[in-house]
């Protein structure tokens, strides 16, 4: 159901757009999902994210947290947090 759709884009618009940089979420609540890391350093995506969700273990206000597969366009899910 949201494979292929945006991290937190606009509903009327949820796919990828040219001209910005992806990485595909894979595993846990935000399973398939692109997130958009246009524009970020490397500092900053080789740390990873926490992202909001109510889909994960502690419902909304939640987050997910997600970690970058060295060399790959895909982070993996390690868990969730409050």
């Known amino acids: ?3 292929g759709r945006v991290y937190g884009a606009d509903h009327d618009h ?3 757009l040219p001209h910005r940089d992806y990485v595909e979420l ?3 609540p935000l399973d398939g999902l692109l ?3 246009t524009g970020w ?4 995506i ?3 994210v926490a992202l909001t969700t109510e889909l994960g273990q502690f419902g ?3 987050r997910a947290l997600y ?5 790959e366009i895909r982070w993996d899910w390690s868990g969730d947090t409050p």
């Open 35 to 37: 997130l958009d890391i």
């Open 46 to 48: 080789q740390t990873g």
């Open 14 to 16: 949820p796919g990828p």
């Open 1 to 3: 159901m949201l494979r």
């Open 67 to 71: 970690d970058p597969r060295p060399g």
């Open 60 to 62: 909304a206000g939640g």
């Open 41 to 44: 350093t490397a500092d900053e």
């Open 26 to 28: 894979v595993g846990g």
